[in-house]
């Protein structure tokens, strides 16, 4: 079983949609989670990050925490054409700027 | 703020042949740096750990001697391909680790590795 789990997609949505992203996770000791987006060709950068159960918004994303399931989500509002990337969860054991287990990462495009 | 680079961005090489990316952090200094190597489709899988200073730390299955990490200075670490071959292709990409208490890492651009 791969330690971080997330389905690769590829989805596709209408402008303006909420999209849910989710990741499952199989270690507990990983406490810190993070969402990083990628565009084609580029490093990802960070969306989210996280290392506490419940939810947490920054303007029209919100990530979301379940370590009791190990499971977390990226919700995205409004979602517009920009938004049209591949979304990757991450996690660690010792906080963000330590060694990251990624998910395979979702490839989402928002369509105009 | 927090701008990492790479360099070169492509490179297509021929089999057998020894291939250099660097890493720099342009506007901070950087005791830690991790090369990611992700393959099309796939997520990006940590190779090692750079310190500055020391000996870079490899994940399991990763050939310490075919992947040469070299973390000479707080701002450049460098990933040699030895002896490449076409199963390396892949996008190669580094991320540092700003010094102090930072709870984020800052990815490169990436690298496109080619081995024909």
């Known amino acids: 079983q791969k330690e971080v789990e997330q389905d690769p997609g590829p989805l596709s949505v209408p402008e303006g949609a909420i999209v849910s992203l989710n990741c499952t996770y199989s270690n507990s000791a990983f406490q810190y989670f993070m969402w990083y987006r990628q565009y084609s060709r580029k490093g990802p950068e960070l969306l989210m990050y996280t290392y506490s159960s419940g939810n947490k918004e920054d303007g029209r994303f919100t990530a979301q925490v379940d370590k009791s399931s190990k499971y977390i989500s990226l919700f995205i509002r409004d979602s517009q054409p920009s938004d049209s990337a591949t979304y990757l969860c991450?996690?660690?054991?010792?906080?963000?700027?330590?060694?990251?287990?990624f998910g395979k990462g979702m490839k989402l495009t928002v369509n105009p | 703020g927090a701008v990492v680079s790479q360099h070169p961005s492509w490179v297509i090489c021929k089999s057998g042949t020894s291939v250099k990316i660097e890493c720099r952090s342009l506007?901070?200094?950087?005791?830690?740096m991790f090369w990611y190597r992700q393959f099309p489709k796939q997520s990006l899988m940590l190779m090692a750990t750079s310190n500055e200073g020391s000996k870079a730390t490899y994940e399991q299955g990763v050939e310490k001697d075919k992947f040469l990490i070299n973390h000479a200075s707080l701002t450049l670490s460098t990933l040699t391909v030895t002896s490449a071959h076409p199963e390396d292709s892949s996008f190669y990409i580094c991320?540092?680790?700003?010094?102090?208490?930072?709870?984020?890492?800052?990815f490169g651009p990436g690298t496109r590795l080619t081995v024909l």
């Open positions: 991450a996690k660690s054991a010792q906080g963000g700027s330590e060694k990251l287990v």
């Open positions: 506007d901070f200094q950087a005791t830690t």
């Open positions: 991320s540092a680790t700003p010094s102090g208490a930072y709870n984020e890492q800052f």
